[in-house]
C-alpha cells in the first residue's frame, strides 16, 4: 500500500487520490468493503476541531491580500534591519510575528516572497540563500501558536491543542534565534542600513498594534477558556472585518468575496487529504502496521522516552521528506499513541518533538513543499535552494534535539498558563496544581 501511494505520488497524482487509489486497490484484496472505506474518508473529515483551519487560513489571506502585514515588515526593520545581513534579520523577525497570525507556513512564504524577497534581490542577496531564509523561517508557523499543524496533530490524537500551540513556542523561537544568528555570522553582508530612531520604532509599534492583537485575541481566548480553537479562529476574523479593515484598508471591502472564495479552495487541500489519509491510516492499523513498527521500536528502545523519540523522529524526518506533515500525523497516529503510553510520555511533549520535526520536512528534498514554493517564487532553481539549505539543517537538528532532551522547558508554558493540558491536577488542598 505505501509502495503504491509513493509510486502514483511520483507519477503526478495528488497526494489525496494517491491515497485513496492506494488504499482502495488494498482493500479489494480484504474482506473490508468498499463502501466502508469511502466512509471512512469523511468520517475523518468529520472533525469539530478541524473547523479551526479554514479561519486560520481565512485570518492570514485577509491580512496579506489586505496588504497590512507590510506594516508589521516595517515594524521587523526597525527591530533588526540595522543588523549585519539586515534584511535576513527582517525575514525571520517578520515570520516570528506572521506566525502568531495565519498559522500557515504556506501564507508565510508567499507574503515574504512578494514583499522582501525582490528588496532582498536588488540589496545583491543570494537569490538560493534567499529561498532557503524564506522557506526555513516559514517553518516557524507550524510550531509559533496558532499552528495549524498543531490543530490536526490535537484533533485526530485527542490531545489538547492549547497545550501544543504553548508547547511549540519554546522550539518555535528556538529556530528564530538559529536563523538569525546563522544570517549574521554565515549569511551575505546586504547594505548597510541605518539604525532606526525611537520615533521611528514608537512609529512602527503604533501602527502594528492592531494587527499584532489577533495573536492576543486568540491565546487569550483559548487560555481563559472563552472560546475553543475554533472559535478563536472565527473571532480572529470577525476582528480584521470589524477593526482592521475599515481602519487600516477601508477599500479593501470590494475584495472580500475573492478572499473568501480564495481560502474556501484552499482550505480544499487539506481537507481532501485528511479524510484520504484517515482512511489510509484506518487500512494501516486494520492490517497491524502501526503495530509492527511499534514493536521494533520497543524491541530496540525498550521503554526508554528519549529514545523512543529518536527512533519517531528518525522515522517522521524520513517520511516528511515524501508526503505531507498532515498525512503523515493522521497515517501514524495510532504508533504515535501505542508508544505514547507504553512510555509514559507527556502527550503535548510527543505532539511537540513530533510537529518540530515534521516542520523540518518542509524544507527537506524530494517534497520540501516551503522550499519548493521559495523556490519558485523568487524564481531560482530547486537544486540551488536545496544546497544553500543543507547548513540550515544543523538548526533543526538542534532544535528537535532541545525539544526531546528539554521537556521541562518546552512544557514550561503549558503548565503556567494551561496546566490541565499537561496532566496537571489541582492540589486537594486548593493551592494551585500538582504536575507529574
Known amino acids: 500500500m505505501g509502495f503504491l501511494f509513493l509510486f502514483l505520488g511520483y ?48 485570518v492570514g489571506d485577509l491580512m496579506t ?47 515574504l516572497s512578494r514583499s522582501i524577497a525582490p528588496e532582498m534581490a ?18 516557524m508557523a507550524n510550531l509559533i501558536p496558532p499552528s495549524i499543524m498543531a490543530v490536526v496533530y490535537g484533533a485526530t490524537g485527542n490531545v489538547s491543542i492549547g497545550g501544543l500551540f504553548l508547547g511549540g513556542v ?61 472559535e478563536a479562529g472565527i473571532i480572529a476574523v470577525a476582528y480584521i472585518l470589524i477593526v482592521i479593515i475599515p481602519l487600516l ?4 471591502w470590494r475584495y472580500l468575496p475573492r478572499d473568501f472564495a480564495l481560502t474556501g479552495l484552499l482550505y480544499s487541500i487539506p481537507l481532501i487529504t485528511i479524510g484520504a489519509a484517515s482512511a489510509f491510516g484506518w487500512m494501516l492499523a486494520y492490517l497491524r502496521g502501526p503495530a509492527v513498527v511499534s514493536e521494533w521500536i520497543a524491541y530496540y528502545a525498550g521503554n526508554d522516552p528519549h529514545l523512543i523519540m529518536l527512533l519517531l523522529t528518525a522515522l517522521f524526518i524520513l517520511v516528511g521528506d515524501f508526503i505531507d506533515a498532515v498525512p503523515a500525523i493522521i497515517i501514524f497516529m495510532p504508533l504515535i499513541l501505542e508508544l505514547t503510553k507504553n512510555a509514559d510520555i507527556n502527550a503535548v511533549h510527543m505532539g511537540v518533538v513530533i510537529i518540530t520535526t515534521l516542520a523540518f520536512g518542509l524544507i527537506t528534498p524530494p517534497y520540501g513543499l516551503c522550499l519548493l514554493m521559495a523556490a519558485k517564487f523568487v524564481n531560482v532553481k530547486f537544486s540551488r535552494a536545496m544546497l544553500a539549505s543543507f547548513p540550515i539543517y544543523v538548526i533543526f537538528f538542534a532544535a528537535i534535539a532541545f525539544a526531546i532532551y528539554f521537556p521541562e522547558i518546552v512544557l514550561w508554558l503549558p503548565k503556567q498558563l494551561l496546566p490541565q493540558s499537561v496532566g496537571c491536577f489541582r492540589n486537594p488542598s486548593g493551592a494551585g496544581w500538582i504536575c507529574p
Open 11 to 58: 507519477m503526478g497524482v495528488p497526494v489525496a487520490f494517491a491515497l485513496i487509489g492506494a488504499v482502495l486497490l488494498v482493500t479489494s484484496f480484504t474482506p473490508v468493503s468498499h463502501a466502508s472505506m469511502i466512509a471512512q474518508v469523511f468520517n475523518g473529515m468529520d472533525v469539530e476541531a478541524l473547523m479551526a483551519i479554514p479561519f486560520f487560513l481565512l
Open 65 to 111: 491580500s489586505a496588504n497590512v502585514t507590510q506594516r508589521m515588515i516595517t515594524l521587523s526593520q526597525t527591530l533588526v534591519g540595522h543588523l549585519r545581513g539586515g534584511l535576513a534579520q527582517v525575514v525571520t523577525l517578520f515570520s516570528m510575528f506572521f506566525a502568531g497570525i495565519s498559522g500557515s507556513s504556506a501564507a508565510d512564504v508567499a507574503v
Open 122 to 139: 536588488r540589496e545583491g542577496y543570494d537569490r538560493a540563500f534567499t529561498a532557503a531564509l524564506i522557506a526555513s523561517a516559514a517553518t
Open 170 to 230: 519554546a522550539p518555535g523561537v528556538f529556530i528564530g534565534i538559529g536563523l538569525m544568528i546563522y544570517s549574521h555570522f554565515f549569511g551575505p553582508l546586504g547594505l548597510k542600513h541605518k539604525r532606526a530612531t525611537f520615533a521611528q520604532f514608537t512609529e512602527a509599534g503604533k501602527r502594528s498594534a492592531v494587527p499584532l492583537m489577533i495573536p492576543i485575541i486568540i491565546m487569550g481566548g483559548i487560555l481563559t477558556g472563552w472560546f475553543t480553537p475554533s
Open 249 to 252: 484598508n477601508p477599500k479593501h
